[in-house]
């Protein structure tokens, strides 16, 4: 259970005073949480030019569960290439021929939040076909596994370094003899009480460079194509990876909020009036015409039934209207 409770629990009015005001403090936490996670969300951005695919990262992750190495440090020499190295890894577990060119960016950290800007391309991941230039995405939902550093700060396995320890300290206060102390724990996942197994497993998991949370195909994303910039763009916003809190109420005192929260929202945009099936992108080459040619007869075949219509009502109009 994700809740300590003592054996000498209040009865009572007071029992459920304090329940009551358990509830509210929950709900409240929830929506300040939520709105503070809202206005920093992460993105990833990913914009196809010709074989080549740019990756733009900008993360934020939030705990307050502990405090964390200060850096402010761009990703260059030794850290750039521990990095590529990591990247590379992680991409060719989902598509042995990606490769990874041009890294830069910053890792930036405080106490109790890291932001994370990372740029590179992308190539080996296209081919032309005809007319038609096809991009396999599937490494889009890699993972990297390594722990990343700069200085003392863990930057990508931020759970196991920093998130696990204070659940598992805290967990133990479900069982006698701490929760003499510390009467009651309460383990919130998103917004549903969750259970100690579930709450170390989302923590000891929460990493930086983890996109399996982009595992739905391309193709079920929103797509939008702009004819002004001729550009097609799929967007899509998954469940956050790590969204736990844990509200701590200490023996005569006050409850306490612990949080720890990292989400994302994922853009792929494309040159062109491209389309996807599963997660391979198929767009027009410069020149091409085969994708211009099927939205011309899908166009030519609308405006057909258009006008085939407009005549059939003239027609009716103009018919005589039997006398009753």
Same mark, same amino acid.
């Given at each position: 259970m994700?809740?300590?409770?003592?054996?000498?629990?209040?009865?009572?009015?007071?029992?459920?005073?304090?329940?009551?005001?358990?509830?509210?403090?929950?709900?409240?936490?929830?929506v300040l949480s939520w709105s503070a996670a809202s206005a920093h969300a992460s993105s990833i951005q990913l914009s196809a030019r010709g074989g080549k695919v740019s990756v733009n990262l900008d993360?934020?992750?939030?705990?307050?569960?502990t405090s964390m190495p200060t850096v402010n440090t761009p990703l260059s020499g030794s850290s750039a290439e521990d990095l590529n190295r990591a990247l590379s890894e992680g991409l060719a577990e989902r598509n042995p021929g990606a490769s990874i060119q041009s890294i830069s960016g910053e890792i930036v950290s405080g106490k109790d939040w890291v932001n994370s800007t990372i740029h590179f391309e992308v190539s080996g991941i296209s081919e032309p076909?005809?007319?038609?230039?096809?991009?396999?995405?599937?490494?889009?939902?890699?993972?990297?596994?390594?722990?990343?550093?700069?200085?003392?700060l863990s930057y990508n396995r931020i759970g196991a370094a920093y998130i696990k320890p204070t659940v598992e300290a805290y967990a133990s206060y479900?069982?006698?003899?701490?929760?003499?102390?510390?009467?009651?724990?309460?383990?919130?996942? %998103? /917004?549903?009480?969750?259970?100690?197994?579930?709450?170390?497993?989302?923590?000891?998991?929460?990493?930086?460079?983890?996109?399996?949370?982009?595992?739905?195909?391309?193709?079920?994303?929103?797509?939008?194509?702009?004819?002004? /910039?001729?550009?097609?763009?799929?967007?899509?916003?998954?469940?956050p990876?790590?969204?736990?809190?844990?509200?701590?109420?200490?023996?005569?005192?006050?409850?306490?909020?612990?949080?720890a929260f990292y989400g994302?929202?994922?853009?792929?945009?494309?040159? %062109?009036?491209?389309?996807a099936e599963g997660n391979t992108?198929?767009? /027009?080459?410069?020149?091409?015409? /085969?994708?211009?040619l099927m939205l011309g007869v899908v166009i030519a075949?609308?405006?057909?039934?258009?006008?085939?219509?407009?005549?059939?009502?003239?027609?009716?109009r103009q018919l005589p209207r039997r006398r009753k």
């Amino acid at each position: 259970m994700g809740v300590a409770t003592p054996q000498n629990q209040p009865h009572g009015d007071s029992g459920m005073q304090r329940q009551t005001f358990l509830a509210i403090f929950l709900v409240t936490t929830l929506v300040l949480s939520w709105s503070a996670a809202s206005a920093h969300a992460s993105s990833i951005q990913l914009s196809a030019r010709g074989g080549k695919v740019s990756v733009n990262l900008d993360l934020h992750f939030f705990q307050n569960m502990t405090s964390m190495p200060t850096v402010n440090t761009p990703l260059s020499g030794s850290s750039a290439e521990d990095l590529n190295r990591a990247l590379s890894e992680g991409l060719a577990e989902r598509n042995p021929g990606a490769s990874i060119q041009s890294i830069s960016g910053e890792i930036v950290s405080g106490k109790d939040w890291v932001n994370s800007t990372i740029h590179f391309e992308v190539s080996g991941i296209s081919e032309p076909k005809g007319d038609l230039l096809v991009v396999n995405c599937t490494w889009v939902s890699f993972s990297v596994s390594r722990d990343l550093r700069l200085g003392n700060l863990s930057y990508n396995r931020i759970g196991a370094a920093y998130i696990k320890p204070t659940v598992e300290a805290y967990a133990s206060y479900i069982g006698a003899p701490l929760n003499a102390t510390v009467p009651e724990v309460i383990l919130v996942i %998103g /917004e549903q009480e969750a259970g100690v197994v579930t709450t170390l497993n989302m923590a000891g998991n929460a990493t930086l460079l983890d996109f399996g949370s982009l595992n739905e195909p391309i193709e079920r994303w929103q797509r939008t194509y702009n004819m002004t /910039e001729d550009l097609t763009t799929w967007v899509t916003e998954p469940d956050p990876p790590v969204d736990l809190k844990i509200i701590v109420t200490p023996q005569d005192g006050k409850p306490t909020l612990y949080s720890a929260f990292y989400g994302y929202n994922a853009t792929v945009s494309v040159d %062109g009036p491209a389309q996807a099936e599963g997660n391979t992108i198929r767009t /027009e080459t410069q020149g091409g015409s /085969e994708l211009l040619l099927m939205l011309g007869v899908v166009i030519a075949s609308f405006a057909v039934a258009v006008v085939a219509s407009l005549r059939y009502r003239s027609r009716r109009r103009q018919l005589p209207r039997r006398r009753k």
